[in-house]
């Protein structure tokens, strides 16, 4: 298995919801990454796991809460957000010596 | 700061025709990577070029690497339609996370 696969692809809530995202893989990757990305912009890091532990928060909103529940599964739950958190979400995963990261097909998130 | 700026920012070129991405950035790094995206979907990973490498192949790509420049070029020969999409480079520092770059939306018509 060489894939990331993500759940939902698509996801609507309004700003009182709660929801959460997943990310599931199944390649030994003990490093796995949540990446927000915009339209017609890059992706922007915003949490790394490594080795199911948190390493890396840049400076994320608390309504953002990421859990590592074992080395193959990666959620984002979702709390109270704001309609400029619309946007694609992917979940990543890659080697922790470095190299290529492997990309889910992200959900795309609209807050209304 | 910003690491990997790409230009140009759009590329449209016919079927055929070679296509090719600049990107730079602008702290040492462990390596370079170029990613593709159809269509806002996930990105696929393409190549990975060390910074003791000049030069890697795969396929149709060429990716080159120049450490003193801190520059990058990735080349697409005999591109197709499937070829369109947005293409990021991504540096990574060490064990460090990858930053990505602007991107280039490229366009190749039939």
């Known amino acids: 298995d060489t894939e990331v696969t993500q759940t939902p692809k698509h996801l609507v809530m309004g700003m009182t919801n709660k929801k959460s995202l997943k990310c599931e893989q199944h390649m030994g990757h003990r490093a796995m990454y949540w990446y927000k990305q915009k339209a017609k912009k890059p992706p922007e890091l915003m949490f790394v796991?490594?080795?199911?532990?948190?390493?890396i928060n840049e400076s994320v909103p608390s309504r953002f809460s990421p859990e590592c529940p074992n080395s193959s599964l990666l959620n984002l739950h979702l709390h109270a957000l704001q309609p400029e958190d619309s946007a694609l979400y992917l979940c990543a995963s890659s080697q922790t010596s470095g190299g290529g990261y492997t990309f889910g097909s992200g959900t795309r998130l609209t807050v209304v | 700061s910003q690491q990997g700026e790409e230009d140009p920012q759009a590329l449209s070129i016919q079927e055929g025709e070679n296509a090719t991405m600049n990107c730079s950035y602008k702290t040492s790094i462990n390596n370079l990577q170029w990613y593709r995206q159809n269509s806002g979907r996930g990105l696929v990973h393409l190549i990975l070029i060390r910074s003791n490498e000049r030069e890697k192949h795969s396929g149709r790509l060429r990716v080159t690497l120049d450490t003193s420049k801190k520059s990058s070029s990735l080349l697409i020969t005999s591109s197709r339609a499937a070829d369109t999409a947005s293409y990021f480079c991504?540096?990574?520092?060490?064990?460090?996370?990858?930053?990505f770059g602007k991107g280039t939306m490229l366009l190749v018509s039939p």
């Open positions: 796991y490594s080795y199911e532990k948190l390493s």
């Open positions: 991504a540096s990574s520092a060490g064990y460090s996370t990858l930053t």
